[in-house]
């Protein structure tokens, strides 16, 4: 097996443990867009673990771009494109109660039959995407 088998299975691994623990120790879903939303809601309560939460997910970029900078590129997509992808995204959350993280990661885990459906139409919505997109030549 590759070198970058080892690296993405780990990175899963980690995923998954990180996931665990914030259920465990706070019964908590590490759903991203969850985390962010509620940590820029005025009323929050539970500040701390949400800064904690972002500020790890900051420094372990940090981190892989220090050890492996090869690793981080651009995107192909001109970035208005991915500006509007990222406002797709963020109201695709809200419309489907929760991210890919928090679907695919901790719903599924916890056998949740909405996030099965979320998944499962975040992957057939992405395949398409990719088939649209080739089609039309990318983003050359």
């Known amino acids: ?12 691994a980690l ?13 908590r879903v590490a759903g991203v867009s969850g985390v962010w939303g509620e940590l820029l809601a005025p009323a929050t ?11 790890g997910m900051l420094v ?9 900078p090869a ?12 500006a509007v992808g990222g406002l797709l995204v963020g109201f695709g959350t809200r419309l489907g109660t929760g991210c890919t993280s ?4 901790c719903g ?3 056998f949740s039959r909405r996030s099965l459906v979320a998944v499962m139409t975040f992957m057939l919505t992405g395949g398409v995407t990719v088939a649209i997109v080739r089609m039309a030549g990318g983003w050359s």
């Open 71 to 82: 690793s981080i590129t651009r995107s192909p997509a001109p970035l208005g494109v991915v």
């Open 108 to 110: 599924l885990s916890r």
């Open 45 to 55: 309560r539970d500040r701390g673990w949400r800064v904690a939460f972002v500020l």
């Open 60 to 68: 372990a970029g940090v981190v892989a771009a220090l050890v492996s």
């Open 102 to 105: 928090g679907h695919g990661v």
């Open 1 to 12: 097996m590759t070198t970058e088998y080892w690296i993405a299975a780990g990175g899963g």
């Open 15 to 27: 995923i998954g443990l990180a996931a665990t623990i914030l259920w465990v120790s706070l019964g």
